[in-house]
């Protein structure tokens, strides 16, 4: 047993860290702030030469061929930038296009090709998996919406579908809605291991943006002065902050097990994903409130990186699987400690 | 990463499951002089099967087995339903004899290392102070060297097993003129020594496991000094690292088969509104969390013995897994009190075995001050792990 990257994970990580330090760094939000993000076609298409939309993928549909425990630390470091999630949303719709049987379309998106939105349910109470409105997020530029309900996935031609745009709170990201119903469907499959795989890579991603709540408010509260000590200092800001550390690494620590787990097929492997994606998510919504709270009022200016983390964190819960069906899930799979 | 255990894992587990099934011994009793004969005789029954100091070295008489093995033979301990943390032993096993392994003597590790193995003598901890707890390097109790002795006064408090213990691993000031973890000197203290006087003191469950021990004139020679005269704080945290790398794999274990057990009674029990307390949402959600962290305490434990079979040493994240475990387990039981209702309330005799609940909510305060309260242990992850400016 061994939860620590080996030496060739640690490569993925640190290739990806070199990546994003020098072209999606964080701070390149700070000048777009108030509009949304749109990468151009030459980062889409550079994102794809790293491998980055079928790391995870069978190199026989076009993808790199490893497995969830390599995708996990990309999709960590993509949340430590609050990267474009379109990176997320594109990386599952190859996955579930593999799953289909549409090798074609696999290769496709996996290239950079074609560009994925995801598309949330807006109406519920009207059959768990009716199509209906939807509400898109990523959708700008997009020709494909990924829709994730339980564990069906499908992929629906937008075409050049009238979208009515929304501004999101988080406004780097831009989100629309637009009923769907009459959208061709690309690809339909029943596949839960891909389903638990979305869930997986955004706790990853959550777990990113809890650890760099963390490392914010850390480098700030040891040059922070107040009183004339550093903030760092005083129990009232290194506690909660050690408190931070702490919920960042137990999801972390989870994240990199359930990956595992999914990995070897594992009888317990829907648990640990679900269990690490729920605590994934409080991880960061409450790192991220943290961080701002303790940097006192630089925290809520648009000029510091703070909001960002927040923001996304907000946005992230609606992704794929709810926590409440997670804890669900969670409190009724019973875990057996020696079942080996 | 990855999770599999190799054929020779699962060799060992299959035989200390077969080991365990015909020798598991029953409930522990509740009276003293009985709950002690029956760690001593459980002890002796694991040295004589081979299944004392499972990842102590070989040639002190242990198996000399991984921090994996060690993992999965608390897992069939429990599953076996017989006892994991040592009972009186505790201090024995998990303090004083890996202290012992790495800084005493061969003539000390020769004495005493055996002993512990057998069952054959009970240790205590002599370390804090009625002022000197969390700021154990505050601590007062002196030392003067006589001859070939020393001779001990001062005052120890929450002796753990002091009321039944043969020996003590005892920390005093030996420099008359040193100030905080300067001057200090770790002893084997014989807990017959004339000059000791143990008064138990009474806990909120209202048991006792700890006392006040006072030393008047207490002559310690000076060949049971561990270490060097003077050196008794880096020999200290010795002990510590060894308590905050593998000390919580039991109680890790027991806590998700606790949260498992308590979802299950909750499936079980209505509420005032009529409704089973787990279709309550705010239940489910508290439940819930709870499994979430308990898993995750898991794959802490086992990212934490990974750390240590590459890097031969525990990392600080112990302070983290400290942390959370308690706190866990003392939100666990706060949900138990809202999902027993009054039942909570009935506090017996022996609430050990008819209200463990009850009991163990008690005992969830000792575990966040234990060891360093929690408090302590946030501003070692603020020092060693995330690097802040220091606060003292």
């Known amino acids: 047993m061994d939860l620590l990257p080996t030496s060739e994970q640690q490569q993925i990580i640190d290739s990806a860290v070199a990546y994003l ?32 939309f079928g790391l995870g993928l069978d190199d026989a549909v076009g993808g790199v061929g490893a497995g969830p425990s390599e995708e996990i630390l990309l999709f960590r470091e993509l949340g430590r930038v609050v990267a474009p999630p379109r990176v997320l949303f594109t990386a599952v719709a190859a996955l579930a296009a593999a799953s289909a049987g549409e090798g074609a379309l696999a290769e496709q998106i996996a290239s950079g090709g074609t560009q994925i939105a995801l598309a949330v349910r807006e109406d519920y109470g009207v059959g768990d998996d009716a199509i209906g409105r939807r509400r898109l997020y990523e959708a700008q530029g997009a020709k494909v919406a990924l829709l994730v309900d339980g564990d069906r996935l499908r992929l629906l031609d937008l075409g050049d579908r009238e979208l009515a745009m929304r501004t999101c709170l988080d406004t780097s990201i831009s989100m629309s809605l637009a009923d769907l119903s009459e959208a061709p469907v690309l ?34 509260a040891k040059v922070r002065q107040t009183f004339g000590r550093p903030i760092g200092a005083y129990q009232a800001v290194r506690h909660p902050c050690a408190d931070m550390a702490a919920r960042a690494e137990e999801a972390r620590a989870l994240t990199f097990l359930a990956s595992v787990a999914l990995a070897d097929a594992a009888p317990d492997a829907a648990l640990q994903v679900s269990a690490a994606r729920a605590l994934a998510q409080e991880a960061a919504l409450k790192n991220a409130d943290d961080n701002i709270q303790l940097h006192g009022g630089i925290g809520v200016t648009a000029e510091f990186d703070a909001h960002h983390l927040i923001k996304r964190a907000n946005v992230a819960a609606h992704w794929f699987g709810d926590r409440r069906s997670h804890l669900v899930r969670v409190l009724g799979t019973p875990f057996k400690i020696d079942a080996a | 990463m990855n999770l599999l255990e ?15 099934s015909e020798n598991a011994p029953g409930t522990r009793p509740f009276e003293k002089a009985a709950g002690l004969a029956y760690d001593k005789a459980w002890q002796l029954r694991l040295y004589e099967g081979g299944w004392a100091g499972v990842n102590w070295p070989k040639e002190y008489g242990g198996r000399g087995l991984s ?82 002795h020393i001779v001990v006064n001062g005052h120890k408090t929450w002796t753990s097993n002091g009321h039944v213990a043969d020996l003590q691993e005892l920390l005093i000031r030996t420099d008359p003129d040193s100030t905080r973890h300067h001057g200090l000197t770790w002893l084997i ?6 000059g000791i006087e143990v008064r138990p003191i009474r806990t909120m469950d209202g048991e006792v496991h700890v006392n006040d021990t006072f030393y008047d004139n207490v002559r310690i020679p000076i060949a049971n000094v561990v270490g060097e005269i003077g050196q008794g704080w880096s020999v200290a945290m010795s002990t510590f690292a060894f308590e905050r790398g593998i000390g919580f794999i039991g109680d890790q274990i027991e806590l998700i088969n606790m949260v498992e057990e308590l979802i299950h009674i909750a499936g079980e029990v209505r509420l005032p509104s009529g409704k089973y307390a787990i279709q309550d949402d705010g239940v489910a959600e508290r439940l819930g ?20 079979e590459r890097h031969g ?58 060891a360093g309260p929690n408090e302590i242990h946030r501003d070692i992850i603020a020092d060693r792990i995330l690097g802040l400016p220091r606060a003292r």
Not at chain 2, 327 to 335: D, I, N, S
Request: charge should be negative.
């Open chain 2, 289 to 308: 969390a709870l499994k979430c962290e308990a898993l995750a305490l898991r794959a802490l434990t086992i990212s934490g013995l990974a750390y240590i």
């Open chain 2, 67 to 148: 921090g994996f093995q060690y993992m999965t033979w608390v897992q069939e301990c429990i599953r076996a339903g017989a006892p994991v943390t040592g009972g009186s032993n505790f201090t024995g096993q998990f303090h004083a004899g890996p202290t012992l392994i790495v800084r005493g003597n061969e003539d000390q590790k020769r004495e005493h290392l055996p002993k512990i193995l057998k069952g054959e003598a009970m240790w205590c901890q002599g370390f804090s102070e009625p002022g000197a707890g969390t700021d154990l390097a505050n601590l007062r109790t002196r030392g003067e060297i006589d001859g070939d």
């Open chain 1, 187 to 220: 690809c339909d499959v029943v596949d839960g291991q891909v389903a638990l795989r979305a869930d997986l890579l955004l706790a990853a991603y959550q777990v990113g943006i809890a650890e760099k709540a963390l490392e914010m408010i850390v480098s700030y």
């Open chain 1, 21 to 52: 330090d020098d072209r999606l760094p964080l701070q390149r939000l700070k000048n777009l702030f108030p509009r949304p993000e749109v990468l151009s076609s030459e980062s889409w298409q550079e994102l794809a030469g790293l491998g980055w």
């Open chain 2, 189 to 194: 203290c014989d807990m017959r020594t004339p």
């Open chain 2, 313 to 370: 040493q525990p990392g600080p994240e112990g302070s983290m897994m400290k942390l959370l475990l308690t706190t866990a387990y003392k939100k666990l039981h706060q949900v138990a009190s809202d999902i027993l209702g009054p039942e909570f309330l009935d506090y017996p005799q022996n609430p050990r075995s008819a209200n463990p609940w009850a009991y163990r909510y008690f005992r969830s305060w000792v575990l966040t001050i234990s």
């Open chain 2, 6 to 20: 190799t054929d020779e894992d699962k060799a060992f587990r299959a035989s200390a499951r077969a080991w365990l």
